[in-house]
Structures are given as C-alpha cells and as structure tokens.
C-alpha cells in the first residue's frame, strides 16, 4: 500500500492539491497524511512554550482544515495529521525519507503555478536529496485535469530506480491509463530507448521519439496537442533536467503547460 504525503498552507491552491491526492489515494487505495511546517521565531526567552503553542495552533487548524475534505476520503482509512518545525523544504522532504513515503503530492505558487514552483526552494532540494517523488499540481490545471495518459520523459539513461517504477505500475494499474515513454533525440543521436527502459515491459503502451535540439520545446509541444493527465520525468543529478529546474525561465516555459509533474528519484 502506497503512503501519500500531501503538504499544505491552506491556500486555495493547496485546497486543489489536496483534493487531487484525496482522489489518487481514493483509485489506487493508498494511505494519506497531510502535513504543514512552521519556524519559531527568533526571539529572546521562553522559545519552549510558544513553539508548543505555534504547533498546537498549527495542529488545530490542519486538523480543521482537512475535516472540509473527510467526505471525499472514501478508502476507509483516516488520513494522519502532522506539524513540523523547521525550513518548510527541509523538513517535508526529511518526514516523507523517515517515514517511507512513496510520494508528495503538492501544489504549486501562483494562479499559473510555475515560475516559482513547488513551494520555493524544495525543488532545489529534491535534486539534493533526490529520494522521493513529488507530483507537482498547478492550481490552473483545476479544469483541465482530462487526461488519462502519463507521458514519462526519458533521456538516453532511461530509468533505473525501483522505487519509481513501482510508482508508476501503480499508477498505470488505474484503469483507463495509459503509460507513454517520450525522448528527444539530438541530430546523430543513436540509442536504443527500449533497451534502456527495459525494466518498464508490461507497463509501458507506446515508445515516442522526437527529433530536435529543445527538449523544453518538444515536450511542451507534444503535451499542449495532446490530452496528458500528467508529465513524469527522472530527477538526474548534474544532466538536463537538474539545470532545467535551476533555471526559472525555461522552468516557467515547461510548466506553463498546466498539466501535472511527477518527479521521479534517479
């Protein structure tokens, strides 16, 4: 059984993000737990006490919070409630590695989601740490969310990590879902993509190659003419899609597609 974590602030498009990953826990029968962070500040005496009443606070309105979503929770299992303190990255991303996550699911900032993704510097962090996926869901995607495909981007490493392609078997077990493996090939370009994604048999429907020098470009493309329910790719350290996150410009450029992200550890 797969564990979710579902990070909020309690904003509207935290409020999406939740309901997506009510709605994922619900198809494929996963554990929930929704979690927020806070930083005590920095003051002179008695830090003890008000972190206790920050975080009582804190619990109080999560706890509140997620009770608007309970009617939607329909696998029976009630969902865990948790405050943490500290950097909001740093401390999600070390809850979900101390207690087996198998995948964040959060919201992204802004009505377009994208030039500043994923809560500030966690996608950053990710790629330090490069552990657990995160699915990214920009709030204006709220009415578009139609398709039922996974495009997974591959460069000519393919994917090797076990715990990712467990993931996506679970999500391909969704009925109606369809799993595309997508790559880019630069000019003179020769590789064997089934080879390298030979541990995907059984899972994967179509092989997709497109030739071209943007790789941003090619897969915007494709995803704005086609109907994809969400956009996985592999969080390779020092390669393209490292640089591609660091970069806000090009960052903005891909996300402006409004479709789900799903970063995948190495």
Same mark, same amino acid.
């Given at each position: ?5 579902? &990070?909020?602030? #309690?904003? &509207?498009?935290?409020? #999406? ?21 806070? =930083? ?9 006490? @008000?972190?206790? =009443?920050? =975080?009582?606070? +804190?619990?109080?309105?999560l706890r ?7 009617? +939607?929770?329909?696998?029976? $299992? ?8 500290? !950097? ?8 979900? $590695?101390?207690? !087996? ?16 993704v994923i ?6 962090? #990710? #790629?330090?740490?490069?552990?657990? &996926? ?17 495009? +997974? ?14 993931? @996506?078997?679970? +999500?391909? !077990? ?15 370009? $020769? ?8 541990? @995907? ?8 190659? $497109? ?5 941003? =470009? ?9 109907n994809i ?19 806000? !410009? ?9 479709? &789900? ?6």
């Open positions: 059984m797969l564990n979710i974590l579902c &990070p909020t602030d #309690f904003s &509207p498009n935290s409020e #999406f993000a939740v309901e997506y990953a009510i709605n994922l826990s619900n198809t494929i029968g996963a554990r929930l737990t929704f979690i927020t962070s806070y =930083k005590v500040p920095h003051v002179a005496g008695a830090l003890r006490a @008000l972190d206790e =009443k920050i =975080k009582e606070a +804190l619990d109080e309105d509140y919070f997620v009770r608007k979503f309970k009617d +939607l929770i329909t696998t029976g $299992k009630e969902p865990e409630i948790v405050v943490v303190e500290g !950097n909001t990255s740093v401390s999600i991303l070390f809850y979900a $590695k101390q207690h !087996n996550i198998d995948l964040i699911i959060m919201g992204t900032k802004g009505s377009s989601g994208l030039a500043n809560m500030g510097s966690i996608t950053k962090k #990710f #790629f330090e740490q490069n552990e657990v &996926p995160i699915l990214a869901i920009p709030f204006s995607s709220k009415e578009l969310l139609t398709g039922n495909t996974i495009l +997974l981007t591959l460069d000519n490493k393919g994917i090797n990590n076990e715990h990712s392609i467990q993931l @996506l078997t679970a +999500l391909k !077990n969704i009925p109606n879902t369809e799993l595309n493996v997508f790559h880019v090939s630069s000019p003179n370009e $020769k590789i064997d993509l089934a080879e390298n994604t030979g541990k @995907l048999i059984g899972i994967v429907d179509n092989i997709i190659e $497109k030739d071209g020098i943007d790789a941003v =470009k090619e897969i915007k493309q494709y995803v704005d003419e086609n329910g969400i956009v996985a790719m592999v969080g390779r350290r020092h390669s393209f899609w490292e640089r591609l996150f660091v970069e806000s !410009n090009t960052t903005a450029e891909l996300f402006s597609t409004n479709v &789900p992200i799903l970063m995948l550890p190495e």
